[in-house]
C-alpha cells in the first residue's frame, strides 16, 4: 500500500524478521487513522472517546504541555515497539522511512493549511549520534517533509548529553531533560512546526523541544510520533467525562 514492489522485493532481499509483518499490516490498513486505536489529541495517551474531556484526558488534564495537538501512529506495543527497536539498536536504518510512512496519513488527517509549515525532529546529542549513526527521529522526519513538501529543518540541537529517558524514573525525566535542548535564531512567527520523535514517554523531552521552539516565536507545534507508552499501563475506558 504504501510502496512500490521494488521497495518490496529490495527490503525482502536485504532481510528483516518483521518485513513481512510490516507488509501486511500496510496492506489491511491496520495503521491508517480510522483503523486504529482511539487516543487522547492533547497527550497521546489510549483512551476510549468518551474519556476525553475539552481540558484533555484523565492522564493529562492537570498536565501543562508544549504543543497544540498530538498525532500518532499506535500505542508502544507490538509489533510497533519492534520496529522501532530494529531501527534504534539494530541499524535498520531503513525503518525510519517505513514508519515515517505509516505516520503521513495520520498528519494528512489534520488537514493544515498554514502555507509555512516546517518540520522539526527532536535533536540527539553528538555523541549518542556517532554511537548510533544516525537520529531515527531525523529519518523519520526526512519522510514526512518529502512527501508533504515541507522543509526539514535542525531548529534544535542538545546542548549536553543525558542518560536515556528509558533509563530514568518517570518522576526524573523532566529534570533529566532540563536545559538539554537549545534553540537557534530563527524567527518562526506565524509557522506552524511538526516536531517529529520516534516515541514519547513522559513526554518531557518533547515539552523541552517545545519551550525552545515558542522562544522562537513558534504559536502551533503538532507533535507526531509513531508510538506513545502508557506508563500506567491503563486505557482509562470506563472514565466518564466532564466538563463539556
Sequence with gaps: MFGYPFQRICSQLLGDEHITQWYAACDQGKYLPQHVSSYCPRCGASIGKQAVTPKGCAFCIHQKIGWQHIVRVSSYTPPISDWILSLKFKRAWR?????????IPHLAALEIDNKQVAVCSVPMHWYRRWERGFNQAHLIAGTVGKHFNWP????????RYTPPQTRVIPSQRPV???????SKKIDLKDWTVVLVDDVKTSGATLNNCCKELKAMGCNHIIAAVIAVADLKNNNFKTVV???R
Excluded at 525503518?95 to 510512512?101: E, I, K, S
Excluded at 526539514?152 to 546542548?159: A, K, Q
Excluded at 533529566?176 to 537549545?182: E, G, I, L
Design 241 to 243: 467525562p466532564t466538563g
Design 95 to 103: 525503518w525510519g522511512n517505513m514508519l515515517g510512512q505509516l505516520l
Design 152 to 159: 526539514v529543518v535542525p531548529l534544535l540541537h542538545r546542548s
Design 176 to 182: 533529566n531533560v532540563s536545559r538539554s535542548v537549545a
